[in-house]
């Protein structure tokens, strides 16, 4: 039981790159979550997906496409990567069930820097 | 709006003391969640404890408490007999009444704990 998986861990782009951050849970949760991290902002919420087949933006959607690809991967993606989209990213998933309803788990983060 | 507020940004205390990390929440729902993460330095998002909004006694878990009060909109984490692993970054988040929608997170507190 992996939990939530994130590739790369690590990346480094170059402006107007284009790249795709992988996401993928295997706890069978409908809803899934983009954040990002940045010093001093905590994790604000970029894109997610309720349930399967349905996404909605967030806090900071600018520059940014998500695809929820099956009830288990959630994939962001960079069309033109822009300096200001360097930081820590996160995916988490939750549920409803359980005492601690919608308790999010987080995969390790990919840090992505664009020079 | 909704809304978490960490006003410490960086707390000091010795081993073998208690410290209480601060934080504070806005919303107009009558349901909701809260939670508090510690962030290692390794950076990896670690859940310690949640606090459902219509449970009558304040969580804990383990040296980790947390002090709820309702009226004043506070969600207080009190680690007991801190020790030098928990230096850490904690954040405060909030679930709002809503199936699939992202935690709200606050600022963070960096804590460090010294011998």
């Known amino acids: 039981n992996a939990g939530v998986t994130q590739t790369p861990k690590f990346q480094v782009l170059k402006t107007g790159q284009s790249m795709t951050l992988q996401c993928a849970q295997d706890?069978?949760?409908?809803?899934m979550y983009w954040y990002r991290q940045d010093p001093g902002m905590g994790l604000r919420l970029i894109y997610y997906?309720?349930?399967?087949?349905?996404?909605d933006k967030g806090e900071v959607p600018n520059g940014y496409n998500v695809s929820r690809l099956n009830k288990r991967e959630f994939s962001l993606r960079l069309e033109s990567a822009a300096p200001s989209q360097t930081s820590v990213y996160f995916c988490?998933?939750?549920?409803?069930?359980?005492?601690?309803?919608?308790?999010?788990?987080f995969g390790p983060g990919t840090r992505l820097t664009v020079t | 709006a909704q809304k978490i507020t960490q006003t410490q940004p960086g707390m000091f205390v010795q081993e073998k003391e208690a410290v209480t990390l601060d934080c504070t929440y806005d919303?107009?729902?009558?349901?909701?969640?809260l939670f508090w993460y510690k962030q290692p330095s390794s950076g990896e998002m670690i859940f310690l404890i949640y606090?459902?909004?219509?449970?009558?006694q304040n969580a804990t878990e383990g040296r980790y408490s947390l002090n709820f009060q309702k009226a004043r909109k506070s969600a207080n984490l009190v680690i007991s007999a801190s020790q030098l692993g928990d230096s850490a970054m904690y954040f405060c988040?909030?679930?709002?009444?809503?199936?699939?929608?992202?935690?709200?997170f606050g600022k963070g507190t960096t804590l460090s704990v010294s011998s």
């Open positions: 919303t107009s729902d009558p349901s909701y969640g």
């Open positions: 606090q459902g909004s219509y449970d009558q």
């Open positions: 988490a998933s939750s549920d409803r069930r359980g005492v601690r309803s919608y308790e999010q788990y």
């Open positions: 706890m069978n949760h409908n809803s």
């Open positions: 988040a909030m679930r709002p009444n809503q199936a699939g929608t992202a935690l709200i």
């Open positions: 997906s309720a349930s399967e087949g349905t996404t």
